[in-house]
């Protein structure tokens, strides 16, 4: 199992960017799909950003993020990224970092991901 550690919340304006990372223990990170989901308060966990394993050249993304966010792993480094522009207050959430399948897909169902963060609180303000 994957132990996962997210990093670089924080408290941003609309319009900014911040950048979350993710460090991941073990060896075998490049054999995992990598995802990030997020939970505002009173909703429910909601698919952000995913990137399939190994070079992750597949990556999907929710239609509320795309053009906005975007995902890369580095391999080498154990850590999986992901950048976010244009930020709107909608965005405002608590991030998880999320180990999905191994050998997977970029996929996009909160239930394929076995492995949680602690998640990292993002806000937004307008």
């Known amino acids: 199992q994957v132990q996962l550690e997210e990093s670089g919340g924080g408290l941003v304006q609309a319009g900014g960017s911040l950048r979350l990372s993710c460090a991941a223990s073990g060896r075998t990170f490049s054999m995992y799909a990598m995802g990030w989901l997020r939970q505002a308060p009173g909703k429910e966990r909601e698919f952000v950003a995913a990137?399939?394993?190994?070079?992750?050249?597949?990556?999907s993304y929710a239609d509320s993020v795309k053009g906005r966010f975007t995902i890369s792993r580095d391999n080498a480094k154990n850590t999986v990224y992901l950048q976010m522009n244009s930020l709107k207050s909608e965005d405002t959430a608590v991030y998880y970092c999320?180990?999905?399948?191994?050998?997977?897909?970029?996929?996009?169902?909160?239930?394929?991901?076995?492995?949680w963060g602690q998640g990292t609180q993002v806000t937004v303000s307008s």
């Open positions: 999320a180990a999905g399948p191994r050998f997977g897909a970029a996929t996009s169902t909160a239930t394929d991901f076995a492995s």
């Open positions: 990137i399939s394993w190994s070079l992750g050249g597949i990556t």
